[in-house]
């Protein structure tokens, strides 16, 4: 440090901070927040994977996994929503943040290019969900 401070002032801490939270235990997290949903189950296919794409997009698709873990009856609805909400938005998936990171292109560029490719699979999966064709 006392060499280098290059490597000290230079640092990305956010991103850090980023990293950092990964190693959260966010299943300890997901059983303070569970008295609130407790008896919750979602049956539903279409809204299994709407209600987890749309809480991906808040909380990142780690969290939001956990957070609905044994609440979504399909573990395929879970796992499509968790994976439709990463796609939207910088916060929805660690490699989204990482991606915009190192690239250095903005968030308002980034969304340019997510938020309509969101937007047609979003339609494309409650389409197939709703006929109870994918995911099952």
Do not use: C, Q
């Not at 698709?61 to 609805?77: C, M, R």
């Amino acid at each position: 440090m006392l060499i280098r401070r290059e490597v000290v002032t230079g640092a990305d801490y956010p991103l850090v901070a980023v990293f950092n939270l990964m190693f959260t235990d966010f299943r300890g997290l997901a059983h303070l927040v569970a008295p609130a949903y407790t008896g919750v189950s979602i049956h539903s296919p279409l809204a299994g994977v709407l209600i987890p794409a749309v809480l991906s997009r808040v909380v990142s698709n780690i969290p939001a996994t956990l957070l609905l873990l044994g609440h979504v009856s399909s573990w395929t609805a879970l796992a499509v929503g968790v994976n439709l909400g990463g796609v939207g938005t910088v916060g929805g998936s660690l490699a989204n943040v990482i991606a915009l990171r190192l690239t250095g292109i903005t968030a308002k560029e980034f969304h340019k290019i997510t938020s309509p490719y969101f937007a047609l699979l979003t339609a494309v999966l409650s389409l197939l969900a709703a006929a109870g064709l994918y995911p099952r």
